[in-house]
């Protein structure tokens, strides 16, 4: 089945779909994105997706191409031409097409949206775990990784090492030592306080230093069930390869328990019951929302 997308107000032949080569989008990566789980039919935690949309187009100062209600109609109809029960929609906004100035256009131009959707297979069991080998590279980023640039250059480079190491990811290490995130997901490490025996989940506070995952905003919203606690603060490498259990959280690939970091193995180097427990909570979670 030929796939369809959203370009500016139309539907077209997903082959065909183009904007211009004056795009800001393609001239300067001016611009963001969002990407949407779908699953059973279902948007998963839709409104949080939308909202992390408007607060990046208002931190760069970019017009809503639509409003809230018609972007979300959008979407599901761009699932719908494409059949997509399970997988992503995909959307992009940029400042639009004008003249290469790097300063905004001074005649206002209307920004650009694009959506797309494709399939992607959920797991038949969403509390499977599904285990990853980890590498760590240098966070070279822009100072501003919690807006949801399209500019995504060392993040592609950061996956790309871990391809080429034979891993799934890349987390990223700044200048501090201190573990970021990863080039597209939350890192996350779980460890038990040597003193009360307590069980804290450890990830980089949502400060301007990454990216305020919505799988990570659904963990936050879903701890306060569970003996343990989540602590916002930001791990070294060393206190990740003592962790008990350590998973990343995106939207793309949900929860992944981490195997093993730079070779060396995480814990026992099996799904901790930590992260199991994570995952059941997070996939009654999505069943709560329609998709099973
Ligand atoms: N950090 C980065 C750099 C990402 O690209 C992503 C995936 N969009 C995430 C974290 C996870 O965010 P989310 O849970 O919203 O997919």
Redesign the pocket.
């Known amino acids: 089945m030929p796939r369809t997308a959203y370009v500016n107000g139309r539907y077209v032949p997903h082959a065909h779909a183009q904007v211009g080569i004056e795009d800001r989008g393609y001239q300067f990566a001016d611009g963001i994105y969002e990407?949407v789980p779908v699953i059973a039919g279902a948007f998963i935690d839709e409104d949080w997706h939308w909202d992390r949309l408007d607060r990046g187009l208002a931190e760069l100062r970019i017009d809503r191409p639509v409003n809230r209600k018609a972007l979300s109609l959008i979407g599901r109809r761009v699932a719908g031409l494409n059949r997509v029960r399970d997988g992503l929609v995909y959307v992009q906004v940029t400042r639009g097409e004008a003249p290469r100035d790097h300063k905004f256009p001074t005649k206002p131009v209307p920004p650009a949206l694009v959506v797309t959707a494709r399939h992607l297979p959920v797991p038949k069991d969403l509390s499977e775990a599904r285990m990853i080998d980890v590498i760590t590279g240098p966070d070279e980023r822009w100072a501003r990784?919690d807006i949801?640039s399209i500019s995504l250059l060392p993040?592609v480079l950061a996956k790309q090492a871990a391809a080429e190491a034979g891993a799934y990811e890349t987390w990223m290490i700044n200048a501090l030592g201190e573990v970021t995130?990863?080039?597209?997901?939350?890192a996350w490490l779980v460890s038990r306080d040597a003193d009360s025996g307590r069980v804290v989940l450890r990830t980089h506070p949502a400060d301007r230093h990454?990216?305020n995952?919505?799988?990570?905003t659904a963990l936050v919203a879903l701890s306060g069930q569970h003996q343990w606690q989540i602590e916002e603060r930001a791990f070294t490498l060393d206190e990740l390869l003592a962790a008990d259990e350590a998973f990343q959280?995106?939207?793309?690939n949900m929860i992944r328990p981490v195997r093993s970091v730079d070779g060396r193995v995480i814990g026992t180097g099996e799904p901790g019951p930590v992260v199991q427990e994570i995952l059941d909570d997070f996939a009654a979670h999505v069943a709560a929302q329609g998709g099973v």
């Open positions: 990407v990784p949801k993040n995130e990863g080039s597209s997901a939350n990454v990216l995952g919505i799988v990570r959280t995106s939207s793309g």
